[in-house]
C-alpha cells in the first residue's frame, strides 16, 4: 500500500527556517509527481509546490521565493525547505502523490511560526 510519512515540523519564529520530509512508499517515486499542500482550520487545503519526475516544480504565488521543494529519489524523498517562515505560513502540511489515478495522503506534520 501507498504511505507517505511526513516529519521535521515544529515551532519556529517568524524569519526563521524549517526543512519538511516526506517518506515514500508503495509507488513508483521516481515517476511520481509529488506534492507538498497545507491546511489552516476552518480553510480548504491549498497546494504549496508539487515536483515532477523531471524535478520540474511549481509554487503557489504565497511562497514563491521563500520555499523549494526537491526530492531525492534514491531514498524516496520529498523536502520541502521553507526561508523567512511568516505567521500565515502556519498550518499542517501533507505530503501528496498519486497512484493508478487515486491521491494519497500522510497524515500531516504541523508547522507553527510564531510572530
Known amino acids: 500500500q501507498v504511505q507517505l510519512v511526513e516529519s521535521g515540523g515544529g515551532l519556529v519564529q517568524a524569519g526563521g527556517s524549517l526543512t519538511l520530509s516526506c517518506a515514500a512508499s508503495?509507488?513508483?517515486?521516481?515517476?511520481?509527481?509529488m506534492a507538498w499542500y497545507r491546511q489552516v482550520p476552518g480553510k480548504q487545503r491549498e497546494l504549496v509546490a508539487s515536483?515532477?519526475?523531471?524535478?520540474?516544480?511549481t509554487y503557489a504565488d504565497s511562497v514563491k521565493g521563500r520555499f523549494t521543494i526537491s526530492r531525492d529519489n534514491a531514498k524516496n524523498t520529498v523536502y520541502l525547505r521553507m526561508n523567512s517562515l511568516k505567521a500565515e505560513d502556519t498550518a499542517v502540511y501533507y505530503c501528496?502523490?498519486?497512484?493508478?489515478?487515486?491521491?494519497?495522503w500522510g497524515k500531516g506534520t504541523l508547522v507553527t511560526v510564531s510572530s
Open positions: 501528496n502523490t498519486f497512484r493508478n489515478g487515486m491521491p494519497y
Open positions: 508503495g509507488i513508483m517515486f521516481s515517476n511520481n509527481i
Open positions: 515536483i515532477t519526475s523531471g524535478r520540474m516544480t
